[in-house]
């Protein structure tokens, strides 16, 4: 059994064909001949916050690989609290084929995969993102003539869960992830361990510049998520006064020539400046709807 927890769960070969399967299916799905097959089988979604694209993107990728959707909402979950997560775990086991989790804790999709006895998907937890890093990359495909090895890419902002799994999914294909972040900011040791383990082995550049305008020189592609994650609403301020210098804005798109994305939800005037994600550079709408098809294959390959 395969789970799909942290990024570096799925070696190169498994990313490639989960995004080979992703593009193949939007292609066939814009073709005439895109036929739904539905079957009997279930994809359980438990959520502990918010969410609008994971959500989404994960029903239709349930939908379109023949798998019926049930979604927990935060209120209704209460993992943990309403009932133990290894429970929960061992009842879902028993009426789905693969469970689809976003956590505050890490360790709460770690503690329920354990228990668990069919796959499970991190939708996001405090320590990463791992659909969205691979999503990205098939957006990145998509978007650039480079093959990934030749790819650079700034991300600029907070060392949190988006950037840990997209520096795992630059770095797993020998590119080039430069963080540009305050000091303090930086992506946590363990997983700074396992990037750098995936730069020595696929030859790949993982670099932190903290001077905003020194790290997007160059770069094929600018990045930034929100600078407050959820469940960080207490550091708002703290962190709006810490990040200030490192607004993305369309001077630094331009002067770079560079893509821009973003994971979203975006606070504008803060982490961009508005309307950013309109530019003309911006990919961020089709970002959006690549989650469909990313998280499609990685359905295909796990469940
Ligand atoms: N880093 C953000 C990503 C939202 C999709 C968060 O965890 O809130």
């Not at 990359?137 to 600029?156: D, G, M």
């Not at 810490?242 to 939800?265: G, R, S, W």
């Not at 959006?288 to 359905?299: D, P, V």
Request: with cysteine.
């Amino acid at each position: 059994m395969n789970n799909f927890i942290n990024f570096d769960d799925f070696d190169r070969e498994s990313v490639e064909e989960a995004i080979e399967i992703g593009i193949n299916e939007k292609n066939k799905f814009y073709s005439e001949d895109f036929e739904i097959k539905l079957n009997k089988k279930f994809g359980v979604l438990l959520f502990e916050k918010p969410s609008l694209r994971t959500k989404l993107s994960f029903i239709k990728a349930l939908n379109f690989n023949g798998i019926n959707d049930i979604y927990f909402s935060p209120e209704e979950v209460g993992l943990g609290r309403r009932e133990k997560v290894s429970d929960i775990a061992k009842v879902i086991s028993k009426m789905s084929e693969v469970a689809i989790l976003r956590t505050f804790k890490h360790s709460t999709i770690e503690e329920f995969s354990r228990n668990s006895s069919v796959p499970v998907i991190n939708a996001l937890s405090d320590r990463e993102h791992p659909c969205q890093a691979l999503c990205d990359l098939l957006t990145i495909k998509e978007k650039t003539e480079n093959n990934l090895n030749n790819i650079s890419i700034t991300f600029v902002g907070d060392g949190n869960n988006v950037a840990t799994s997209l520096a795992k999914a630059i770095l797993t294909f020998g590119g080039t992830f430069i963080h540009s972040c305050p000091k303090g900011y930086e992506i946590p040791k363990e997983d700074l361990k396992v990037i750098e383990d995936l730069q020595r082995k696929y030859n790949g550049n993982f670099l932190i510049e903290n001077n905003l305008n020194v790290s997007v020189k160059n770069s094929d592609i600018v990045y930034t998520d929100v600078w407050t994650s959820m469940g960080q609403e207490s550091e708002q301020r703290k962190r709006i006064e810490d990040f200030k210098n490192y607004q993305v804005n369309e001077k630094i798109i331009e002067t770079n020539n560079a893509i821009f994305m973003h994971d979203l939800p975006a606070h504008h005037g803060e982490e961009i400046s508005e309307n950013l994600v309109d530019h003309k550079n911006s990919v961020v709408f089709d970002q959006a709807e690549n989650r469909i098809w990313g998280q499609l294959g990685i359905i295909k390959k796990i469940v």
